[in-house]
């Protein structure tokens, strides 16, 4: 199992940028899949941006290419989100999750891959 536990959220106005940590413990010494996921008021939680163990392959939604980067540092057990340029429509609960993978350049795309959530961070972005 890979505890994960998010850090970074706060109040930002549009335009503005923060940074995301996710924090992993527990059974690190396999190859593990990190996705960071968001969870809107109204709307459904949708996977934001994922990273494969070597960081050889990566996902985004659309709506945030060119502006959002996930990155990892397996020495320190930690995935990060960069967010820059932020839009109110960035406003969400932002989690982190992760699953093991077989191999080191597998990325998933489906909430129902991953296992292990942590609790959440909130972003606002005020317009």
């Known amino acids: 199992q890979v505890d994960v536990v998010e850090s970074g959220g706060g109040l930002v106005q549009a335009g503005g940028s923060l940074r995301l940590s996710c924090a992993a413990s527990?059974?690190?010494?396999?190859?593990?899949?990190c996705g960071w996921f968001r969870h809107a008021p109204g709307k459904g939680r949708e996977l934001v941006a994922s990273i494969s163990w070597n960081a050889a392959n990566t996902y985004y939604l659309d709506s945030v290419k060119g502006r959002f980067t996930i990155s990892r540092d397996n020495a320190k057990h930690t995935v990060y989100l960069q967010m820059n340029n932020l839009l109110p429509e960035d406003t969400a609960i932002y989690y982190c999750a992760t699953a093991y993978s077989f191999y080191a350049n597998y990325v998933y795309k489906s909430q129902r891959e991953y296992a292990w959530w942590g609790q959440g961070t909130r972003v606002t972005v005020s317009s």
């Open positions: 527990g059974r690190t010494d396999s190859y593990y899949v």
